[in-house]
């Protein structure tokens, strides 16, 4: 009796705790310390963009040493991992959204923040061009594509056009999607890559499944309007099918039980198996999960064009065929942005590869002085994953906190020549893969794990559960945490919600 008394009294102790930890972080978190005001004597490091790059650097730079100024369209960090949960209302959008404003009010001296689009970049004369899109509606029309939404808009007023100096810049501006230039998909089919993109899905599943539910349509026109089609066989796309699936089998079927029994999931691959980046078994499993929950799976076929009601496919013989679908979701891999390219024409003789900013192992883009890029605009060796710009950032902040202080510390010399100096102070980039999640429905997830040197493949129910808790403990603040735990909770008791906003 003793010892259960012992153990107990341990239990609670240690709740205890962990709830005076809980509380005094929130407590923190609505009332930040008092921040050193801006000092214009510090050197100015513009970080371009609020991704997981840029944003990561802002929460680990160490801004007492600089002026620290954001630039980037959105005033967010998105969670983009927990996006193709957002398609189908599994979880809430604003869940995965943290101002960056929050992040900044943390910091120890004050940063600058500017919701504008960077244009162009003068190395020579190191300065930025802004222009203030205040219009957000031009950018959720554009499905929140930041460049798309430049290129879709008129020019900008003389007004509207700011300059901004830089001592250092960091480039985390990401990526865009590719559409390779198919005809129809930006008229046509809905992204996965920003909110605005997540929104425009859910709106255009409801309402298809409303439109199908009119008596007066014809059979073949509710088929079509009840044929959901992904493209693309990467992560992203078999994400979305999963929650799409579990959307259809755990609400649609409620609401809508003759329709649901009609609707029909069908994802494109061209190459000849999905995921080609995980291990052979993890396919396996994922395509059996897939044809147990009779989501269909065309690999070796190509989508060659989105027309407003069909697609065109062709497949491995050749032949083209047309494929009626009601919603498409276009989920073929990222290319490099216009900004990025922009960058690339100042340095024509480094700057070779179509594909993004060619970085050295400090991150410092090839041909430039004072510039650095990491995310999936940079080219280092690496995919264009999350986790390798997270790591990036932490280690580029870390080299630019050493080397700025070291420098502050040498006779007032307050950092200079930051940008050659950083190799005293860090040891070459290098990536260290934390392995690869991916949900696939009905509860299910996989993951690819590094493990005593070994690579452990693993899939199933308590993958999913690892992969929730994995999520949970990324997210990147404790309100994130607490409001994506409560929709899954929200989701359990009261199941999806089907309104069309
Ligand atoms: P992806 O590049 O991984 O996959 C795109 C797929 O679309 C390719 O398999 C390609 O063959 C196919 N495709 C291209 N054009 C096509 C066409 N016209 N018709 C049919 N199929 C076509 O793209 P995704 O999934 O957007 O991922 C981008 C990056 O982000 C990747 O590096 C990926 O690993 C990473 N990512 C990782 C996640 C995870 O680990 N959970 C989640 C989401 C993305």
Request: aromatic share 8%; hydrophobic share 40%.
């Amino acid at each position: 009796a003793g010892r259960g008394r012992r153990a107990a009294r341990i239990v609670l102790g240690t709740a205890a705790v962990g709830a005076a930890y809980l509380g005094w972080r929130m407590y923190r978190n609505r009332n930040p310390a008092e921040q050193l005001p801006y000092d214009p004597s510090k050197k100015t490091l513009v970080l371009l963009g609020t991704g997981w790059g840029s944003t990561t650097v802002l929460k680990n730079l160490d801004t007492d040493n600089f002026n620290v100024v954001v630039v980037s369209p959105r005033n967010y960090f998105l969670f983009t991992p927990l996006l193709p949960s957002c398609t189908v209302g599994t979880i809430e959008n604003r869940s995965i959204m943290e101002p960056v404003r929050q992040l900044m009010r943390h910091k120890s001296r004050e940063v600058t923040f500017y919701e504008a689009e960077c244009t162009g970049v003068d190395p020579a004369r190191k300065e930025l061009t802004l222009v203030r899109r205040t219009d957000s509606d031009a950018q959720v029309a554009a499905g929140g594509r930041l460049g798309a939404a430049a290129a879709a808009a008129p020019e900008p007023p003389a007004e509207d056009v700011v300059k901004l100096g830089y001592d250092y810049l960091v480039v985390g501006v990401g990526g865009e999607v590719n559409s390779f230039n198919t005809p129809g998909v930006e008229e046509h089919a809905c992204f996965l890559k920003e909110m605005p993109d997540a929104r425009k899905i859910r709106r255009r599943l409801m309402d298809a499944i409303e439109r199908a539910s009119f008596d007066d349509i014809s059979e073949e026109e509710r088929d079509r309007l009840l044929h959901m089609v992904v493209v693309g066989g990467g992560p992203t796309g078999i994400e979305y099918a999963g929650e799409l699936h579990d959307f259809l089998v755990e609400d649609l079927s409620q609401w809508y039980p003759a329709l649901a029994r009609r609707v029909r999931i069908t994802l494109v691959e061209a190459l000849p198996n999905v995921l080609p980046a995980f291990d052979k078994k993890l396919i396996d499993y994922t395509q059996s999960t897939f044809s147990e929950n009779k989501i269909s799976i065309l690999t070796q076929t190509m989508v060659k064009e989105v027309r407003a009601r069909e697609l065109v496919v062709q497949g491995a013989d050749g032949a083209r065929r047309e494929l009626p679908y009601g919603v498409v979701v276009w989920a073929t891999g990222i290319k490099a942005s216009p900004l990025v390219d922009r960058i690339r024409e100042r340095f024509p003789l480094e700057q070779t590869n179509r594909r993004g900013l060619l970085v050295d192992e400090y991150l410092r883009v090839k041909g430039a002085r004072d510039i650095w890029a990491l995310g999936d605009c940079a080219l280092s060796g690496y995919a264009p994953l999350a986790q390798v710009a997270s790591q990036q950032a932490k280690w580029l902040s870390r080299a630019l906190n050493a080397a700025a202080a070291a420098a502050a510390a040498s006779d007032g010399d307050d950092g200079a020549d930051l940008f050659s100096r950083i190799e005293q102070h860090a040891r070459p980039f290098k990536y260290s893969s934390q392995g690869s999640l991916a949900y696939i429905g009905s509860d299910k997830a996989i993951a690819d794990l590094p493990l005593f040197n070994r690579n452990i493949s693993a899939g199933g129910i308590a993958t999913f559960w690892f992969w929730k808790s994995a999520y949970l403990n990324e997210l990147f603040s404790l309100r994130n945490t607490t409001l994506v735990a409560s929709d899954w909770i929200k989701r359990f008791l009261f199941g999806r919600d089907i309104s069309r906003e």
